[in-house]
């Protein structure tokens, strides 16, 4: 995470940080995501009795960003965050970061997208190859899913990566203007992006499961020395 942070405040963006139990306007509604949604799904969420929740993803930062400051923004979001998940590539708190980029209209193009990610990517991981696929966020249109060549097998197809050579590595997409309006900004356009940051660390350091950077083993600790 620290490298992470490091790498995009060379590149001026702003660390925003935000609270932990959420309420359903800033974890749901602003990022275009009404009650009754079916996109809820795609996240399994901790409700409390008195109708907070833990956040299940760090874009409510973006939100009490927005709504607090003037364009242009340019910041990340580094955070903890809840899902009822567990499995070797899923636990029930993990670690991402999000980062939005927001400025006057025409201003900001999926073009500028691509290139922040690209030369991010190629930081991280080396001389990779990296692709763009069409996907869907309800807070981003367009929408896309990034991926990199299997650091691996160098994208000839292992098991790592289902044979296919590729690996999926984080979201990220155009500002739906449905969350321009749930912040009151008009005539604005911006990027945003996504990732976990335990996908990172498994990807770079070979970790097989998940759970294992939660457990303590000092077999595995005793690597980062």
């Given at each position: 995470?620290?490298?992470?942070?490091?790498?995009?405040?060379?590149?001026?963006?702003?660390v925003?940080?935000?609270?932990?139990?959420?309420?359903?306007?800033?974890?749901?509604?602003?990022?275009n995501?009404?009650?009754?949604?079916?996109?809820?799904?795609?996240?399994?969420?901790?409700?409390?009795?008195?109708y907070?929740?833990?956040?299940?993803h760090?874009?409510?930062?973006?939100?009490?960003?927005?709504?607090?400051?003037?364009?242009?923004?340019r910041?990340?979001?580094?955070?903890?965050?809840?899902?009822?998940?567990?499995?070797?590539?899923h636990?029930?708190?993990?670690?991402?970061?999000?980062?939005l980029?927001?400025?006057?209209?025409?201003?900001?193009?999926?073009?500028?997208?691509?290139?922040?990610?690209?030369?991010?990517?190629h930081?991280?991981?080396?001389?990779?190859?990296?692709?763009?696929?069409?996907?869907?966020?309800?807070?981003?249109?367009?929408s896309?899913?990034?991926d990199?060549?299997c650091?691996?097998?160098k994208?000839?197809?292992?098991?790592?990566?289902?044979?296919?050579?590729?690996?999926?590595?984080?979201?990220?997409?155009?500002?739906?203007?449905?969350?321009?309006k749930?912040?009151?900004?008009?005539?604005?356009?911006?990027?945003?992006?996504?990732?976990?940051?335990?996908?990172?660390?498994?990807?770079?350091?070979?970790?097989?499961?998940l759970?294992?950077?939660?457990?303590?083993?000092?077999?595995?600790?005793?690597?980062?020395k």
């Amino acid at each position: 995470m620290d490298r992470i942070i490091t790498y995009f405040q060379n590149l001026n963006f702003a660390v925003e940080e935000g609270p932990l139990v959420e309420d359903d306007f800033h974890n749901f509604e602003a990022l275009n995501l009404p009650k009754y949604h079916p996109a809820r799904d795609m996240q399994d969420t901790f409700y409390n009795k008195d109708y907070t929740l833990l956040r299940t993803h760090t874009s409510p930062v973006q939100i009490r960003t927005m709504l607090k400051q003037k364009t242009p923004i340019r910041m990340i979001a580094p955070g903890t965050v809840f899902r009822r998940d567990f499995d070797i590539t899923h636990t029930p708190m993990f670690h991402q970061i999000e980062a939005l980029v927001v400025d006057d209209a025409d201003k900001i193009s999926f073009a500028n997208l691509k290139h922040v990610l690209v030369e991010f990517l190629h930081h991280m991981f080396g001389d990779v190859e990296v692709r763009f696929r069409p996907s869907f966020f309800p807070f981003t249109e367009p929408s896309a899913e990034v991926d990199i060549s299997c650091v691996f097998c160098k994208g000839d197809g292992c098991r790592v990566c289902s044979h296919t050579g590729w690996l999926e590595v984080l979201g990220c997409g155009v500002v739906d203007e449905n969350v321009f309006k749930a912040v009151g900004y008009e005539n604005k356009s911006g990027y945003a992006f996504g990732l976990g940051i335990e996908r990172f660390a498994m990807l770079i350091h070979n970790i097989g499961d998940l759970r294992s950077l939660f457990e303590s083993d000092l077999r595995l600790l005793g690597q980062f020395k």
